[in-house]
């Protein structure tokens, strides 16, 4: 059974910074791509960044140089380190894996349920 787990959302003031993590667990092999959206009250969700296996990253133009996303593959953790919050940058932020259980095999989608983040002005 596959797991995403987020954590380190809380409260924090405008210009702070947070860091959170997604950790996955089960029978994984591969990690081919790593997500984390958000998504706040009555807007869409919105890719917030992404990794691949290889380490390649993007961001939305929004979070570009103020987040950045890094993985250890060793421990099949994702963190996503965000400094100078602003207050639009509250929302739930959501962990998503597109993933391998076998080898060579086919890929599958996984979500978590995500962490709160909230950003006071």
């Known amino acids: 059974q596959v797991q995403l787990v987020e954590s380190g959302g809380g409260l924090v003031q405008s210009g702070g910074s947070l860091r959170l993590s997604c950790a996955a667990s089960g029978n994984i092999v591969s990690l081919d791509v790593i997500h984390w959206y958000r998504q706040a009250p009555g807007k869409q969700r919105e890719l917030v960044a992404q990794v691949t296996i290889g380490g390649s990253t993007i961001y939305t133009n929004s979070v570009k140089g103020r987040f950045t996303i890094s993985r250890d593959n060793n421990k099949n953790t994702v963190d996503l380190q965000m400094n100078s919050l602003k207050p639009e940058d509250t929302a739930t932020y959501l962990c998503?894996?597109?993933?391998?259980?076998?080898?060579?095999?086919?890929?599958?989608?996984?979500w978590g349920r995500g962490t709160q983040v909230t950003v006071s002005s």
């Open positions: 998503h894996a597109i993933l391998r259980t076998v080898a060579g095999g086919p890929t599958y989608s996984y």
